[in-house]
C-alpha cells in the first residue's frame, strides 16, 4: 500500500537534515560504516526504529546483509535470514521497481510471519539502484510506534539516501572485483602468484605457531604445449579452466599430504579426454615445511625442482623433496621419489 500525505511544518527543518547528513556520509569509506551511519540517519528522519539492508542471496534468494536498529527476526539473527526473492515486501519491490510502503505490516497479503513475530508494525522498502539494475534494497522499519505519514518530501529524503546507499554498494562490489582480479588468474580463477606469496607466508607463520607441517606443492602439466601448438590458444584456454575445476574437487581445507596423489589422479582423469584425443597427466613437486626450513622464494624453488624431478621420471605422478630439521649437521636434505601412476 502506497501512501502520500500533505507536507508537515518541519519539512524543510528535514531536508536541512539530510543534507548535512549527506556531506558527513560521502566522507566514510568503509561500506558497512556508510551503511550503518546513512540507516540511522534516514531512520532518525523518519522517525523509524530500524533499517536494513537486502541483497541476493545464490540463486532465486536474498538475505539480510547489514541492519540497524533491529538484531532478530524470529529469534534467528537478522544477518542470517534469507527468503526467496519473490516473497515479501522486499521480493515485490525488487520485482516491480517501485517503492512499497505498508502503514499496517501485519495485515499485508505480502507480511512474512517471522517479521509479524518479530513486531513489525509498519515498512518502506526501496529498491536500490545500479548501472545496470537494481543492486539491492532498503526496508525502513517501524516496530514500536505506528509510521508517520509518507509525504512527498519525506518519500524524497528516503530515495535520496537509497541512492547513495545503491551507488556506495556498487561501489563495494567493483572494488572488490578489482580486488579480486589482482589476487587471481582471470582465466582460470585460481590465486596468482601475488596470492600465493601471501598464503603462504601465513601458512609458514601459521604452521610454526600450530606446529604442524605445511606442504608446497608446484604442479605442470605434461603434454599440454602440445595442445596449445596444435589446436591454439583457445582449446588450450578451455582445457586449462576444465583442469582447474578437477583440482578444486579434490582440494579440502585441511587434507594431507594423500591429497597430492589425489590432485595427479584427478588431472589424469580429466586429461585422457583431451582435445581431439590428446593426453594430458600431471608432473607435482612439494616440499614440507618445516622439515624444509627455508624462506618462502627458496620453499617455491625446492617444489620446482621437485616437480622437474617427477617430470624427468615420466610424468603422471609426484615427487616430494624430504629435508632433515636445520640443525643438524650430520644430516643433509635428501629426497625421494614416490611414483604414483594412474
Given at each position: 500500500?502506497?501512501?502520500a500525505c500533505p507536507p508537515s511544518r518541519n519539512e524543510s527543518e528535514q531536508w536541512q537534515a539530510a543534507v548535512q547528513a549527506t556531506t558527513r556520509l560521502l566522507q566514510i569509506c568503509s561500506f558497512p560504516e556508510f551503511f550503518n551511519a546513512a540507516a540511522q540517519t534516514l531512520a532518525g528522519l523518519l522517525n523509524a526504529d530500524g533499517a536494513a539492508l537486502i541483497v541476493t542471496d545464490g540463486p532465486a534468494r536474498l538475505r539480510y546483509r547489514l541492519f540497524y536498529g533491529l538484531d532478530h527476526v524470529d529469534q534467528m539473527p537478522i544477518?542470517?535470514?534469507?527468503?526467496?526473492?519473490d516473497q515479501g515486501t522486499?521480493?515485490?519491490?525488487?520485482?516491480?521497481?517501485?517503492?512499497?510502503?505498508?502503514p499496517?505490516?501485519?495485515?499485508?497479503a505480502s507480511a512474512m510471519p517471522e517479521f509479524v513475530s518479530a513486531g513489525l508494525r509498519a515498512n518502506l522498502v526501496l529498491p536500490l539502484p545500479g548501472p545496470s539494475g537494481f543492486v539491492g534494497a532498503i526496508a525502513i522499519a517501524w516496530l514500536r510506534e505506528d509510521p508517520l505519514a509518507l509525504t512527498p518530501a519525506r518519500l524524497a529524503i528516503a530515495e535520496l539516501f537509497a541512492a547513495m546507499i545503491g551507488s556506495a554498494l556498487y561501489r563495494e562490489g567493483l572494488e572488490r572485483q578489482l580486488h579480486n582480479h589482482s589476487l587471481t588468474d582471470p582465466l582460470t580463477e585460481l590465486p596468482n602468484r601475488r596470492m600465493l606469496a601471501l598464503r603462504l607466508a601465513e601458512a609458514q607463520e601459521q604452521a610454526c605457531r600450530n606446529q604442524t607441517l605445511m606442504a608446497l606443492a608446484v604442479l605442470d602439466l605434461d603434454g599440454f604445449k602440445?595442445?596449445?601448438d596444435r589446436f591454439g590458444h583457445s582449446a588450450g584456454d578451455q582445457f586449462l579452466r576444465l583442469t582447474a575445476d578437477a583440482i578444486r574437487g579434490v582440494i579440502r581445507e585441511n587434507d594431507a599430504a594423500s591429497v597430492l596423489g589425489l590432485i595427479v589422479e584427478a588431472v589424469a582423469k580429466h586429461g585422457r579426454n583431451g582435445p581431439h584425443g590428446q593426453t594430458v597427466t600431471a608432473s607435482l613437486g612439494a616440499t614440507i615445511y618445516p622439515l624444509d626450513l627455508a624462506g618462502p622464494e627458496a620453499l617455491l624453488k625446492n617444489a620446482d625442482q621437485a616437480m622437474y624431478i617427477a617430470k624427468r621420471a615420466g610424468g603422471n605422478q609426484f615427487h616430494v623433496r624430504a629435508s632433515t630439521?636445520?640443525?643438524?649437521?650430520?644430516?643433509?636434505?635428501s629426497s625421494?621419489?614416490?611414483?604414483q601412476n594412474f
Open positions: 500500500m502506497q501512501n544477518v542470517k535470514f534469507s527468503f526467496p526473492d522486499v521480493g515485490q519491490v525488487l520485482t516491480t521497481g517501485q517503492f512499497l510502503f505498508t499496517d505490516y501485519p495485515g499485508s602440445t595442445i596449445n630439521p636445520a640443525g643438524d649437521p650430520a644430516k643433509r636434505p625421494r621419489l614416490m611414483p
